[in-house]
């Protein structure tokens, strides 16, 4: 009975030794991406400060357009 419970006890651990690299294995994708996830954040935060100061002067130029154009008429 002992050299079972040695074998049982040696495939549990061996189990739980491979179910431990699996979970570190996947913690470690899901850290990265994570980190993937904050630099697109980052991204595109900064890409909607860009795009609201680049709408900003379109409508003025378009503002300036439309005086000219009154202005001619």
Same mark, same amino acid.
């Given at each position: 009975?002992?050299? %079972?419970? =040695?074998?049982?006890?040696? /495939?549990?651990?061996?189990?739980? @030794?491979? $179910?431990?690299? *699996? /979970? =570190? $294995? !996947?913690? #470690? #994708?899901?850290?990265? *991406?994570?980190?993937?996830?904050? /630099?697109?954040?980052?991204? =595109? !935060?900064?890409? $909607? #400060?860009?795009?609201?100061? %680049? !709408?900003?002067?379109? @409508? !003025? +130029?378009?503002?300036?357009?439309?005086?000219? %154009? +009154? +202005? $001619? =008429?």
């Amino acid at each position: 009975m002992d050299k %079972l419970e =040695a074998t049982l006890e040696a /495939l549990q651990f061996k189990f739980l @030794s491979e $179910k431990k690299e *699996h /979970l =570190a $294995k !996947r913690l #470690e #994708e899901i850290e990265e *991406h994570y980190e993937q996830l904050l /630099l697109f954040i980052e991204r =595109a !935060r900064s890409d $909607k #400060e860009v795009m609201m100061k %680049l !709408r900003e002067m379109i @409508s !003025r +130029e378009n503002k300036e357009l439309r005086k000219e %154009l +009154e +202005e $001619k =008429a």
